[in-house]
């Protein structure tokens, strides 16, 4: 264990021993899915949470050789135990006489893993009600098929029990508890398990599911949500700022944030809703779009491909709400969509309607070493970014040049399954099913088609749901970052596609 690890997790024992040897809680039951969770817990709950993802952000620096920065985030994780033991004190002082004496809590850290609260939304909260069938994205969840189902379940069994998903460690889990039996592999980096977190809950939301209602699903995206709201930071940042990646992560766990939001209106996460978006704003570049960092000055169409995405679901949240009379509940960057509108001019060969990375008609990108087991020519990943987005902005895709040159060359490159040619980019099949999706008519009949024979005809189906059973292997070019979890997660999305948007265009 290091030093980082081993100083962050005795301030974790001690948190956890002062609560629960006090030997008072507040007596104010809590009105969420788990009932009974008192101020107390819920408060030393979600603080244990922050408290975690600040000393695994400390022990992943302190990996990478940035002792300074390791030290300052164990610095934070004392002062969240400083915070809470003053609000610890501060509970029990308003604590009513003969209140009930706490269960004792678990050692926190992954090899104790800490319980998120149960029904994570704690109390009830003004303009928390079920806003009903005039709520964004109400078409979803009225065509489940046996692949999205399957897919949900798997991601379902592997959460792991602080409430989020691993990349690497998520096969030690089975349905909360520590795997017994066959485990699978396909293990992805720590570094992106904010960004696969969000992923997995976009696809619970995609088809349909919140953390509300008597489902299968609610607790596993309850507690998802809780664990992303607890690892958001004072400026809206969710996830530590570990490595250079970490605007991907937030980016991705915003959209999941904001399409909570606007599928239930539940006004507890909309605060971390706008929180998310206020970030997205920060970061932006002046003029154009994202990359890494805030105002980092360069940009790439992918991390600018993500952060329009959330912005895309608040736009449409507002929209709806001002349908229904309604002022708009989000505050939006709309100056972003002409940023991003200008970064994708630029990356677009006018010619051939292929888009690029970080320089014109350039291709996707690769690490340095796939980049010859999964040649670019043979993924058009960028340019599937450009078509949805361009039909996003108000392009039509019937009379837009460019993105009928785009659809043409995605058109020549369908998602097919062939583990030998590099042709295998689940990223690619995604903006590609969702872009195709927008365009209708025939594009979208034959790469419905080609789907068929690649992605729903590869989900495994052998062993059980804590094996391999409803998950995808992640033999794409960003596998090994994302692992299964973002597989499952990125296919179980692409299932969805028919109803996780309506087209812009009303196209057939």
Same mark, same amino acid.
């Given at each position: 264990?290091?030093?980082?690890?081993?100083?962050?997790?005795?301030?974790?024992?001690?948190?956890?021993?002062?609560?629960?040897?006090?030997?008072?809680?507040?007596?104010?039951?809590?009105?969420?899915?788990?009932?009974? @969770?008192?101020?107390?817990?819920? #408060? $030393?709950? &979600?603080?244990? $949470?922050?408290?975690?993802?600040?000393?695994?952000?400390?022990?992943?620096?302190?990996?990478?050789?940035?002792?300074?920065?390791?030290?300052?985030?164990?610095?934070?994780?004392?002062?969240?135990?400083?915070?809470?033991?003053? @609000?610890?004190?501060?509970?029990? &002082? &308003?604590?009513?006489?003969?209140?009930?004496?706490?269960?004792?809590?678990?050692?926190?850290?992954?090899?104790?893993?800490?319980?998120?609260?149960?029904?994570?939304?704690?109390?009830?909260?003004?303009?928390?009600?079920?806003?009903?069938?005039?709520?964004?994205?109400?078409?979803?969840?009225?065509?489940?098929?046996?692949?999205?189902?399957?897919?949900?379940?798997?991601?379902? *069994?592997?959460?792991?029990?602080?409430?989020?998903?691993?990349?690497?460690?998520?096969?030690?889990?089975?349905?909360?508890?520590?795997?017994?039996?066959?485990?699978?592999?396909?293990?992805?980096?720590?570094?992106?398990?904010?960004?696969?977190?969000? $992923?997995?809950?976009?696809?619970?939301?995609?088809?349909?599911?919140?953390?509300? #209602?008597?489902?299968?699903?609610?607790?596993?995206?309850?507690?998802?949500?809780?664990? $992303?709201?607890?690892?958001?930071?004072?400026?809206?940042?969710?996830?530590?700022?570990?490595?250079?990646?970490?605007?991907?992560?937030?980016?991705?766990?915003?959209?999941?944030?904001?399409?909570?939001?606007?599928?239930?209106?539940?006004?507890?996460?909309?605060?971390?809703?706008?929180?998310?978006?206020?970030?997205?704003?920060? *970061?932006?570049?002046?003029?154009?779009?994202?990359?890494?960092?805030?105002?980092?000055?360069?940009?790439?169409?992918?991390?600018?491909?993500?952060?329009?995405?959330?912005?895309?679901?608040?736009?449409?949240?507002? @929209?709806?709400?001002?349908?229904?009379?309604?002022?708009?509940?989000?505050?939006?960057?709309?100056?972003?969509?002409?940023?991003?509108?200008?970064?994708?001019?630029?990356?677009?060969?006018?010619?051939?309607?292929?888009?690029?990375?970080?320089?014109?008609?350039?291709?996707?990108?690769?690490?340095?070493?796939?980049?010859?087991?999964?040649?670019?020519?043979?993924?058009?990943?960028?340019?599937?970014?450009?078509?949805?987005?361009?039909?996003?902005?108000?392009?039509?895709?019937?009379?837009?040049?460019?993105?009928?040159?785009?659809?043409?060359?995605?058109?020549?490159?369908?998602?097919?399954?062939?583990?030998?040619?590099?042709?295998?980019?689940?990223?690619?099949?995604?903006?590609?099913?969702?872009?195709?999706?927008?365009?209708?008519?025939?594009?979208?009949?034959?790469?419905?088609?080609?789907?068929?024979?690649?992605?729903?005809?590869?989900?495994?189906?052998?062993?059980?749901?804590?094996?391999?059973?409803?998950?995808?292997?992640?033999?794409?070019?960003?596998?090994?970052?994302?692992?299964?979890?973002?597989?499952?997660?990125?296919?179980?999305?692409?299932?969805?596609?028919?109803?996780?948007?309506?087209?812009?265009?009303?196209?057939?």
């Amino acid at each position: 264990m290091t030093w980082t690890r081993s100083v962050g997790v005795a301030l974790l024992v001690g948190l956890c021993g002062l609560w629960s040897g006090a030997g008072l809680r507040a007596d104010e039951p809590q009105g969420g899915a788990g009932g009974g @969770e008192s101020a107390l817990e819920l #408060g $030393l709950g &979600a603080l244990r $949470l922050r408290m975690q993802a600040k000393l695994k952000e400390a022990d992943l620096l302190e990996k990478s050789g940035r002792l300074d920065e390791a030290l300052g985030a164990t610095r934070e994780v004392d002062r969240l135990y400083r915070e809470g033991l003053a @609000e610890l004190q501060r509970l029990l &002082a &308003a604590a009513p006489a003969g209140a009930q004496r706490p269960e004792p809590a678990p050692a926190a850290g992954r090899e104790a893993p800490v319980q998120p609260p149960a029904g994570g939304e704690a109390e009830p909260l003004e303009g928390d009600e079920d806003p009903g069938v005039g709520r964004a994205f109400k078409g979803r969840g009225g065509k489940r098929g046996d692949n999205v189902l399957h897919g949900l379940s798997w991601l379902a *069994a592997h959460q792991s029990p602080d409430g989020g998903w691993e990349s690497e460690g998520f096969g030690r889990w089975c349905d909360g508890k520590a795997a017994t039996a066959e485990r699978p592999d396909g293990p992805g980096k720590p570094v992106y398990d904010v960004g696969v977190t969000g $992923l997995a809950l976009c696809a619970f939301l995609g088809a349909g599911y919140t953390h509300r #209602g008597d489902h299968e699903f609610a607790k596993a995206v309850d507690r998802g949500l809780v664990y $992303l709201r607890n690892v958001q930071d004072a400026e809206g940042c969710i996830g530590p700022r570990v490595t250079q990646h970490y605007f991907y992560n937030h980016a991705i766990a915003a959209l999941a944030m904001v399409e909570v939001y606007g599928m239930t209106e539940a006004a507890l996460y909309k605060a971390s809703a706008q929180k998310a978006l206020d970030f997205i704003a920060l *970061a932006r570049n002046p003029y154009f779009g994202w990359r890494y960092g805030v105002k980092p000055g360069d940009n790439d169409t992918s991390s600018t491909a993500w952060a329009i995405m959330a912005l895309k679901s608040a736009k449409l949240i507002n @929209e709806d709400a001002r349908k229904r009379g309604q002022p708009a509940p989000l505050t939006i960057d709309e100056q972003a969509f002409a940023g991003a509108k200008a970064w994708l001019d630029k990356m677009t060969d006018p010619d051939y309607g292929r888009v690029g990375y970080v320089s014109r008609g350039s291709g996707p990108a690769r690490t340095q070493e796939l980049v010859d087991r999964f040649p670019p020519e043979r993924s058009e990943s960028m340019t599937a970014v450009g078509v949805l987005l361009r039909i996003f902005f108000g392009e039509d895709p019937k009379t837009s040049d460019v993105i009928q040159k785009g659809v043409a060359l995605m058109s020549k490159l369908p998602p097919t399954w062939n583990a030998q040619d590099g042709s295998i980019d689940m990223y690619y099949w995604y903006y590609g099913t969702l872009g195709m999706f927008q365009v209708g008519g025939m594009a979208w009949k034959n790469w419905e088609a080609s789907m068929s024979t690649s992605i729903l005809a590869n989900q495994r189906a052998d062993g059980t749901y804590c094996s391999f059973k409803g998950s995808w292997d992640p033999v794409d070019p960003w596998g090994p970052e994302g692992g299964r979890v973002y597989a499952t997660a990125l296919m179980t999305l692409c299932c969805e596609v028919s109803f996780r948007y309506d087209r812009v265009f009303g196209t057939k």
